[in-house]
């Protein structure tokens, strides 16, 4: 029998040389002549890892790693095809602490399952919620989500159940279900580790939201900068069959523009416009996707529904925190030893996974400042690592937990520079529309340069100008910016030399 | 095939998709490296839009352009996990590096590798984690004496 090996195929594996340890694999078995089948999986999200090549075995899948292409003839010769002892060894995968210290139900078949294979999806308990769904009132679907207490999890965290209600309620001859995959938060990947690596889980969820709704016709808008992940959503609607039914997808690509990740932004992307945010309402909901009713969601958010459909939404429910239900897959990047991707329920504090999981800094530095939530997240001093990781919790300190993207920064950071960077890109990446955030981002960068010249009676300008942005932007890209200026301000002033009035 | 033939033929593809624009574009950059301006007329035309539009829509989106890159195109990564690990210095050395030498450098922010950072993309599809100085130094002569 041909033993299966699996190497990885997700970027950040590749991005570490996974395709030459994969032909170095195939070449090592050929020069033996032993017939293997390999497998192309997603990451499991050790990224630190990668690559991690795992092998079948009756005592289950054996991880190695991080295996370099000179190390797969030692490999072979230590008989790691029957789990054999190396010093790469891991064990068996799913027993690794750090994995098995997880829950996951979005990402369960990332890293697990043949992304390119439906049967494969299919035979690990994929396809169930959809099949459910064929059999339910689109109102009872959109009860079980609402029941499951699911929020949306590209940022702004609005209960999902609400939105499909609205655009299920909203009679029109045509709807859209519109997946958010723009994932333009620096230190978050989530969404791209999904896409490559359990792919059919997000075209389920599509289509289960298209029976909710009523809608035949979805779109994944996925940024130009992961053209491996959307290889990997062509490559599954290729091999879906009739899997989704009448629902059709189609795969938009962005162009490098972080506020087309804004919902009415990237709907003007669709259409063929430059990405510029449209004034609300009509909420997309109600007049969206060339002027229909349209269901836009996060990637994760849509993920989260086919296992909520096939365990039912209690079990969802059951999970997490306050108003926060269910799990998070939060990302850990940045300075950290062990990064990567840690679904857990809602609760744990900000110190845990920072350092039970992330093992502190990569560096061996201390750790002093965390940002969570992307570019318009806070700077969190070790002071509030304390914070639980839920969306009240976090927005109780002025902070959010976004798309649970974790970027820690060790005690070389500067903040001051920092904060100078979040108005530099605001400044880049602003559509125009708002004075404020237009002229205001490009102000900010020029204030930041006095205060770090020494002129620290520019700091009252600076917040001033934060307030001004705040009030008076339309959306998110310039009313949050001084969201990260103003914590590091606030929490490291040291760093903002001129503080000496 | 000529370039306007290119054109054409792409045009042909698309034009009849809802909100054909931006996969017009894509699919005309990634033919013939760039976006021509002998593009814009025969685009604007098929899809009903004005040159003005279609133009605000080429300079609006940092992904596309509108002259020939070089050889090759090497991005670095600007966001804020590759901050964390050198990601400025790592991009201040690729300016030095490659200014005059024929391959194209930009900026990009973010290619969702921020675990195993600083993180490069070349010719858009190879990528290239953790990456130190001495590597990216090895990374452009790779480049160069291949090409
Ligand atoms: C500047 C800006 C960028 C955004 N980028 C993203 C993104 O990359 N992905 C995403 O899912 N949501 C992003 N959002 C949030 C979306 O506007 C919207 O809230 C989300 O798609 C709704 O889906 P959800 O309810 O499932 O979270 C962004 C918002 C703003 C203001
Ligand atoms: S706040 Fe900035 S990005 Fe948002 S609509 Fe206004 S100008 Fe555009
Ligand atoms: S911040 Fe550089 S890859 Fe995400």
Not at chain 1, 137 to 156: D, N
């Given at each position: ?181 723009d994932?333009g ?69 962005g162009?490098g523009s972080y506020v087309c990740g804004e919902e009415t932004a990237l709907?003007e992307s669709?259409?063929?416009?430059r990405g510029i945010v ?97 570019p318009l ?48 890109f605001c400044?880049i990446e602003s559509c125009g529309k708002?004075?404020?955030c ?36 339309l959306c998110a890209m310039g ?23 | ?59 609006y989106y940092a ?85």
């Amino acid at each position: 029998m041909r033993t299966t090996i699996f190497v990885p195929g997700d970027a950040a594996a590749l991005a570490l040389g996974a395709d030459a340890v994969a032909t170095a694999i195939s070449e090592e078995a050929a020069r033996r002549g032993i017939a293997i089948k390999l497998v192309r999986n997603g990451s499991r999200g050790m990224v630190w890892l990668e690559p991690l090549v795992e092998v079948a075995t009756p005592r289950g899948r054996i991880a190695y790693g991080p295996v370099a292409p000179a190390e797969v003839p030692g490999l072979f010769a230590a008989g790691f095809l029957t789990g054999g002892v190396h010093a790469l060894c891991l064990g068996p995968t799913e027993e690794i602490p750090w994995l098995a210290r997880q829950q996951r139900l979005v990402c369960r078949r990332v890293g697990v399952v043949d992304p390119r294979s439906l049967a494969d999806y299919v035979a690990r308990g994929g396809g169930e919620g959809l099949r459910r769904a064929r059999a339910m009132a689109p109102a009872e679907i959109v009860r079980a989500v609402t029941e499951s207490g699911l929020r949306g999890r590209g940022g702004a965290a609005f209960p999902a159940g609400i939105k499909w209600q609205t655009v299920r309620a909203t009679a029109a001859p045509q709807k859209y279900v519109v997946c958010n995959a723009d994932e333009g938060d620096s230190g978050t990947f989530s969404d791209r580790m999904l896409m490559e690596g359990d792919p059919y889980c997000l075209l389920e969820g599509m289509a289960i939201a298209g029976l909710a709704v009523g809608a035949a016709q979805g779109y994944i808008y996925v940024r130009s900068e992961y053209p491996h992940a959307v290889a990997a959503l062509e490559a599954a609607l290729a091999g879906a069959g009739d899997f989704l039914g009448n629902f059709t997808i189609e795969v938009r690509v962005g162009a490098g523009s972080y506020v087309c990740g804004e919902e009415t932004a990237l709907l003007e992307s669709i259409e063929g416009k430059r990405g510029i945010v449209r004034a609300k309402p009509p909420l997309p909901a109600v007049a969206g996707l060339f002027g229909q009713p349209t269901l836009i969601n996060n990637l994760i958010t849509f993920a989260s529904v086919p296992d909520i459909l096939a365990q039912g939404a209690a079990a969802y429910r059951d999970l997490g925190c306050g108003r926060s239900r269910g799990t998070l897959p939060f990302q850990l990047a940045g300075n950290i030893k062990h990064g990567g991707l840690v679904e857990v329920p809602f609760g744990l504090s900000l110190r845990e996974l920072l350092y039970d999981f992330g093992g502190g800094s990569r560096s061996g530095r201390p750790l002093r400042a965390v940002q969570v939530g992307g570019p318009l997240g806070a700077y969190l001093p070790e002071a509030q690592f304390d914070t639980l990781l839920d969306y009240e919790a976090f927005a109780a300190i002025g902070a959010g937990l976004g798309h649970g993207g974790i970027v820690a920064f060790d005690d070389t950071v500067d903040l001051a520079g920092q904060a100078r960077y979040a108005m530099k890109f605001c400044a880049i990446e602003s559509c125009g529309k708002c004075t404020p955030c237009r002229i205001g981002s490009t102000r900010g960068v020029e204030v930041i340069d006095r205060i770090r010249a020494g002129d620290g009676r520019q700091i009252a300008l600076l917040e001033e100008l934060c307030e001004t942005m705040t009030q008076g932007s339309l959306c998110a890209m310039g009313s949050m910016t001084p969201i990260p200026v103003l914590s590091a301000l606030r929490h490291f002033a040291e760093d903002f030399g001129g503080k000496c009035e | 095939m000529e370039s306007s033939a290119i054109v054409a033929h792409i045009i042909e593809q698309h034009r009849v998709r809802p909100g054909a624009l931006l996969p017009m574009l894509h699919a005309m950059q990634d033919a013939l490296g760039c976006i021509p301006p002998e593009a814009v007329p025969p685009i604007a035309q098929a899809l009903n839009l004005s040159r003005a539009e279609v133009h605000g829509v080429i300079s609006y989106y940092a992904h596309f352009r509108q002259t020939p890159p070089g050889r090759h195109v090497v991005r670095v990564c600007c966001a804020e996990a590759c901050q964390a690990v050198g990601g400025e210095a790592l991009a201040e050395h690729a300016r030095e590096r490659l200014a005059g030498s024929g391959i194209t450098l930009e900026p990009v922010y973010c290619l969702g590798l921020c675990a195993c950072g600083p993180s490069v993309q070349v010719d858009e599809t190879t990528l290239h984690a953790r990456v130190t100085l001495e590597k990216l130094d090895a990374l452009i002569a790779a480049l160069e004496s291949a090409s």
